[in-house]
């Protein structure tokens, strides 16, 4: 036998290990997605052989390729190649697939397992999350260099994720920027969970990607091809002015003698005599579980080191060139402008301004930059030419500019900021929970926050979105009152490490003699205080200058609660205003649904219905947002 046979049955035999570890886990769970890592083992075993610069010994190395997983119910395969290749994922981690508290839980998790980049599991998010990761890193590459950085990024998705509506908005912008260290492998395996793809789909994906501007390579019924799948990630590699998809045609739980190309090979937890049907087929010892040759977890092992020396010379830390940002001069203007009126959205944009000069920051809005106050006075527009330009227009893509943020900060070095209005938050929801899932430090600047937004109507006046996004765990959620308490914010959003919705308002609102941009940063404070008082109000935004209105020259305490995830942490008062309040009644004031402020109030005033078309005031007004009924409030609540 010649070196190269001998070679290619080893990879052979190692391919077929990762094919029964795909199996042996999902039925020790009796849960789990095989078919798609069964099939998708040889493109595996390239990546992680022959392909991806890593070093499973340094796993945040920051110059390594990143791999990203969209289809990430087959998991499964992910971790095998982290168990193999030696990122510190045992044998034993693979037996506690799915279990509780097990480093290889059902989807992966970023900071949760070693070698996981982004969390995955929604499909299409982690497509989306790549073309974030992509401009990064060559924005990180423009501005640094390609001695400190010089990667790509790597992305599987199969045709659930190309299906979902944010991957067309993110494949679009990608080839719009012209991402050419973005490859992705299309898994088109014509199944889906109901049964054939053709149930719900027709499109050619080779020309949809090719109308995105991307370039495009159909390997065709070659996923056991080795050589012609690392032929193709070179030439992606090596092509310039575009990103790449390549489409490989797998037959999803191959080679299963009964359940290949059936949709049951997906999420149906193969049997003892379909495994064993099948181990038997790959040579295998069909009653060895977790069976794993020496001579493959050497070669595995070798293929983890080979970039080990360069992973350990590497010196650049990007956390040194992230910049730095001082708002003292901002919080200086507005506190000697005291009577004055501006929107926050407008001094939200001033803050960003002056904390981009230095800090890495990239900003943009959904078609709605410069009416989200992330528009940047003094920076290129992001580009193929501008790679290192600081402002990103999105396009109408709220859903994609959400992943894309997110990938963008989980790279590493940058803070993504996206604005639109929040009503349209909705569309960037399931975004939005998974930065707050994985920790993602991203900053979005959500204006037009009431039904003060006035005659666009109805479709355009968020009701239950802010208590909506409340409602996130790890997300925080900070409304201003004013100028002063949107410094305090931005503070607060710059200092914290995980995701930050700011909602902002429109309209212009008076800046407070009592606002407060230390005591702000707590999440609640009073801003007028009686020793005995007939009623406490508490607010939020733009109902705070309301409550303080209604509250001169009476015996009427008011409490800003600018954020309730900040108070609940680091605010007294939070704790002891009813206390302190114990002898009137806790009223609060928020342009939005009710729900929710029974926690902290006796008696609340909000708008529990859909707006109307009219002037901003008018609609406030007719909804009861208004003096008068913080007056009966007050005094049917009195004791």
């Not at 992966?108 to 996981?116: A, L, R, W």
């Not at 064993?276 to 293929?303: D, I, N, Q």
């Not at 230095?358 to 943009?364: E, F, K, M, N, P």
């Not at 003094?378 to 500019?401: C, I, W």
Request: charge should be negative; proline fraction near 4%.
């Amino acid at each position: 036998m010649t070196e190269l046979e001998s070679n290619k049955d080893l990879e052979e035999l190692a391919i077929n290990t990762i094919r029964g570890l795909s199996m042996d886990a999902p039925h020790a769970a009796n849960s789990g997605h095989q078919g798609t890592a069964m099939a998708l083992a040889p493109l595996a075993h390239v990546l992680f052989t022959r392909i991806l610069r890593y070093s499973a010994q340094h796993p945040q190395w920051f110059n390594r390729d990143r791999f990203i997983l969209s289809a990430g119910h087959a998991s499964i395969l992910q971790y095998a190649m982290l168990y193999l290749t030696g990122y510190g994922i045992t044998l034993e981690d693979l037996k506690d697939f799915r279990q509780l508290g097990s480093l290889t839980p059902g989807h992966p998790e970023v900071g949760h397992t070693d070698g996981v980049e982004v969390t995955t599991g929604p499909l299409g998010q982690g497509f989306a999350n790549a073309v974030g990761m992509a401009i990064s890193e060559r924005w990180l590459r423009s501005e640094f260099g390609s001695d400190n950085v010089d990667h790509n990024v790597f992305v599987i998705c199969g045709d659930g994720d190309l299906s979902e509506g944010i991957s067309h908005e993110a494949a679009s912008l990608a080839g719009a920027q012209k991402l050419e260290n973005l490859i992705c492998i299309y898994d088109d395996n014509h199944i889906t969970i109901d049964g054939p793809t053709e149930l719900s789909l027709s499109d050619d994906a080779s020309k949809r990607f090719a109308a995105y501007g991307w370039n495009v390579i159909d390997l065709g019924e070659s996923a056991e091809d080795l050589d012609a799948i690392e032929r193709a990630l070179l030439d992606a590699k090596s092509n310039t002015g575009s990103p790449t998809i390549i489409i490989l045609r797998t037959h999803i739980g191959y080679p299963s003698p009964s359940l290949t190309d059936s949709p049951s090979a997906h999420g149906y937890a193969f049997k003892d005599k379909e495994i064993a049907e099948t181990k038997e087929l790959m040579g295998l010892p069909p009653e060895k579980h977790f069976y794993v040759p020496s001579e493959v977890l050497e070669m595995y092992r070798t293929a983890g080191k080979r970039y080990l020396q360069e992973a350990e010379a590497y010196s650049w830390d990007h956390k040194d060139h992230m910049g730095t940002w001082d708002l003292s001069s901002i919080q200086k203007k507005y506190e000697e402008s005291v009577g004055e009126t501006v929107a926050t959205r407008v001094a939200s944009g001033i803050c960003l301004n002056e904390a981009a000069k230095d800090l890495s920051i990239i900003a943009g809005g959904a078609d709605l930059t410069g009416n989200t106050g992330t528009a940047l006075a003094d920076s290129n527009q992001l580009s193929q030419t501008h790679p290192s330009g600081k402002q990103l227009f999105y396009g109408v893509r709220e859903h994609a500019m959400g992943a894309i943020m997110n990938g963008i900060s989980l790279h590493g070095c940058i803070i993504p900021v996206g604005g639109t209005f929040l009503v349209f938050s909705d569309y960037m929801r399931p975004a939005i929970r998974l930065a707050a899932l994985s920790k993602a430090k991203v900053i979005y600047s959500f204006t037009h926050d009431s039904v003060g937004v006035g005659e666009d109507g109805p479709t355009h006046q968020p009701i239950e979105q802010i208590m909506s996004l409340r409602s996130i765990p790890d997300l925080l959620v900070i409304r201003p009152a004013d100028a002063k308490e949107t410094v305090a914010a931005w503070i607060t959003a710059l200092n914290h490490n995980g995701p930050t919705a700011l909602i902002l308002s429109r309209q212009n609102l008076p800046i407070l003699a009592e606002t407060d941009v230390d005591l702000a940063q707590k999440g609640s404070y009073f801003l007028k205080e009686e020793s005995v008082a007939q009623a406490t109000l508490i607010a939020t935004g733009s109902e705070v200058s309301l409550c303080m209105k209604y509250a001169k020259d009476k015996a009427i305490n008011v409490i800003s609660i600018p954020s309730w995830e900040v108070a609940e942490e680091l605010s007294p008062d939070i704790a002891n205003w009813k206390q302190r309040s114990r002898d009137s009644n806790v009223i609060s004031v928020e342009a939005g649904v009710t729900l929710g402020w029974s926690k902290y109030a006796d008696r609340w005033i909000g708008i529990d219905r859909f707006g109307a078309s009219a002037p901003g005031d008018e609609v406030m007004d007719s909804l009861g947002v208004n003096e008068t009924t913080i007056d009966r409030e007050v005094k049917e609540g009195g004791i």
